[in-house]
Structures are given as structure tokens and as C-alpha cells.
């Protein structure tokens, strides 16, 4: 099926829309992951430095007071060294970069669909490389976030963007 230009146009435009979309709720789904992390540390790490401080001033402390400190501590750790492993700042930083790149091209995108009847070839051929290249650096979209948006287009009965189509 051979596509005119402004269809082509209207196509990429849905396409560049969705994994705006996609990558805001991606962003918003590291910062949300980053906080159940963190809280907790921040709680646990509070409790146990309290605990300790506590525990200074008294002669004998209660061992089961002890272990559940110790315990406490290495649960703060692990949820710690995971936040960090996890990088969730970051990458939510990445996919907030790569849904406000995509702002431009969809931007971009609407001013050729609405100023020129027949864009040039090369107006064409120059989006086409400004969204290939931000497709490669794009961070990947979590399967269960395209999907989630997949549902809300076929509830509100939109043209659906394929697996195949993903672009990051």
C-alpha cells in the first residue's frame, strides 16, 4: 500500500504521540518505583540510628531490641544498595528527555501537516533521521506501559500503534 505524504505524515504523528505518551509514563513509573524504595530507607535508616542512640545511655539492652536493630539495619541497606542499583532517578530522568524530544518532532510533525500541502523530499527524509536517531537513543518503554496505553486507545477506539511499530 503506497501512502501519500500526509498520510505518511499522519501516521508517523500518531505514532511519535504514543511514545511521547509512553515514555511521560515511564518517567512517572521510575519516580514512583525510586520513592517506594527511598521511603522506606529513609524510615528504617531514621529508626535504627534513633535505636542505637537510644540504647546508649542504658547498662543492658534488650537482645531481641539488638537482633530486630540489626535486622532493621540490613533491610535498609538492601533497599538502599537496591535503589541505587536500580538507578530509577536516572532513568526516569531519560525518559522524561526522551518524551520532550518527541514533543518536538510530533510539534515539528503538526507545523508540516498544517503548512505545506506537499512537504519536500528532504523535509521528509530529515524528520524520518531526527526520529530514527531518537529511537536508537531512546531508553526501551517497559512492555507493561505500551500496553497499558495500548488498552486506552482501544477503549477510546484510536488507531492502535503494533509491538512491531514500537520505536524505543
Not at 120 to 134: N, V
Amino acid at each position: 500500500m503506497i501512502l501519500s505524504t500526509e498520510q505518511l505524515l499522519a501516521d508517523w504523528y500518531k505514532r511519535i504521540r504514543f511514545v511521547q505518551y509512553c515514555h511521560y509514563e515511564a518517567a512517572k513509573a521510575c519516580d514512583r518505583l525510586n520513592l517506594w524504595l527511598g521511603i522506606p530507607v529513609i524510615v528504617l535508616s531514621t529508626w535504627v540510628g534513633s535505636s542505637v542512640f537510644a540504647s546508649l545511655g542504658q547498662d543492658s539492652v534488650n537482645s531481641t531490641l539488638q537482633i530486630l536493630t540489626g535486622l532493621i539495619s540490613l533491610l535498609a541497606a538492601t533497599l538502599a544498595s537496591l535503589q541505587t542499583f536500580f538507578r530509577f532517578t536516572e532513568k526516569a530522568e531519560k525518559h522524561r528527555l526522551s518524551a520532550a524530544r518527541y514533543g518536538a518532532l510530533r510539534r515539528e510533525t503538526e507545523e508540516m501537516l498544517a503548512t505545506c500541502s506537499q512537504p519536500p523530499a528532504e523535509m521528509i527524509a530529515t524528520l524520518r533521521q531526527k526520529l530514527d536517531r531518537l529511537a536508537d537513543e531512546a531508553p526501551h518503554i517497559p512492555h507493561r506501559i505500551w500496553a497499558r496505553r495500548q488498552q486506552v486507545l482501544r477503549e477510546d477506539g484510536h488507531h492502535q500503534v503494533g509491538l512491531a511499530d514500537r520505536s524505543s
